[in-house]
């Protein structure tokens, strides 16, 4: 069992920064893929950005170029740097991990960006 929990979120302003941090409670180098998902409210839960274990990452259209997803395996933590944030990123923003058929969700972190 692996317990994830977020920290980072918070009220910005737009073009300004957020850096989110998600810490498992146990080593993180054997879980096949990691991500960001992001739920608004009345839309459904969408992913953000995903890391698998050789690095490898993948963003949806509209974070591209502002968004970077990265894990330390040393720390247990996974990190996600958003720039340049946009009032449409307001969501609750949820660490997700997968380890063969185990899946593992945070509890989930606000980010509200201002106009």
């Known amino acids: 069992q692996v317990q994830l929990v977020e920290s980072g979120g918070g009220l910005v302003q737009a073009g300004g920064s957020l850096r989110l941090s998600c810490a498992a409670s146990s080593s993180i180098f054997n879980l096949n893929f990691m991500g960001w998902y992001r739920q608004a409210p009345g839309q459904q839960r969408e992913l953000v950005a995903g890391?698998?274990?050789?690095?490898?990452?993948n963003y949806v259209d509209s974070v591209k170029g502002r968004f970077t997803i990265s894990r330390d395996n040393a720390k247990n933590t996974m990190y996600l740097q958003m720039n340049s944030l946009k009032p449409e990123d307001t969501a609750v923003y949820y660490c997700?991990?997968?380890?063969?058929?185990?899946?593992?969700w945070g509890q989930g972190t606000q980010v509200t960006v201002s106009s």
């Open positions: 997700y991990a997968s380890m063969y058929d185990k899946r593992y």
């Open positions: 890391i698998a274990s050789g690095g490898s990452t």
